[in-house]
C-alpha cells in the first residue's frame, strides 16, 4: 500500500473550489510535518502549503487567504481546501510526509492529484 494517497484533484473553473484530500497509511502520522506541493507544467515543484505536528500552518504568498490546509490525524489524512481557483493554480499537487527523528529521516511523497482551473 503506497504510504500516502491523493484524491479530490479536478476541472474547475476559475472562482471554484476544491478539496484535496490526502490518506496516510504510516505510522505516528501525528509526528510528522505534512505539506502539499505543487508542479505546473515547465516549472519547479513548490510549497504551497505546511502544517506540523502541533497544528502551525504557513502558506505560500500566492495562495494566503484561499487556500486552507487541515489533518485529522485520527484518520491519518490531511486536507487542502482551495477556494477562489485561479488558472494559475493549475499543477499536480503531491502531497508530503516528513519526520526527523535523531540522525534518521523520514520522507514519503504521493503520486500527485492534478487540479486544472480552466473555463
Known amino acids: 500500500q503506497a504510504p500516502l494517497v491523493e484524491s479530490g484533484g479536478g476541472l474547475v473553473q476559475p472562482g471554484g473550489s476544491l478539496r484535496l484530500s490526502c490518506a496516510a497509511s504510516i505510522t505516528i502520522f501525528s509526528m510528522y510535518t505534512m505539506g502539499w506541493y505543487r508542479q505546473a507544467p515547465g516549472k519547479q515543484r513548490e510549497l504551497v502549503a505546511v502544517?506540523?505536528?502541533?497544528?502551525?500552518?504557513n502558506y505560500a504568498d500566492s495562495v494566503k487567504g484561499r487556500f486552507t490546509i487541515s489533518r485529522d490525524n485520527a484518520k491519518k489524512t490531511m486536507y487542502l481546501q482551495m477556494n477562489s481557483l485561479k488558472p494559475d493554480d493549475t499543477a499536480l499537487y503531491y502531497c508530503?510526509?516528513?519526520?526527523?527523528?535523531?540522525?534518521?529521516?523520514?520522507?514519503?511523497w504521493g503520486q500527485g492529484t492534478q487540479v486544472t482551473v480552466s473555463s
Open positions: 508530503n510526509a516528513n519526520l526527523a527523528r535523531g540522525y534518521d529521516e523520514y520522507d514519503y
Open positions: 502544517i506540523t505536528s502541533g497544528g502551525s500552518t
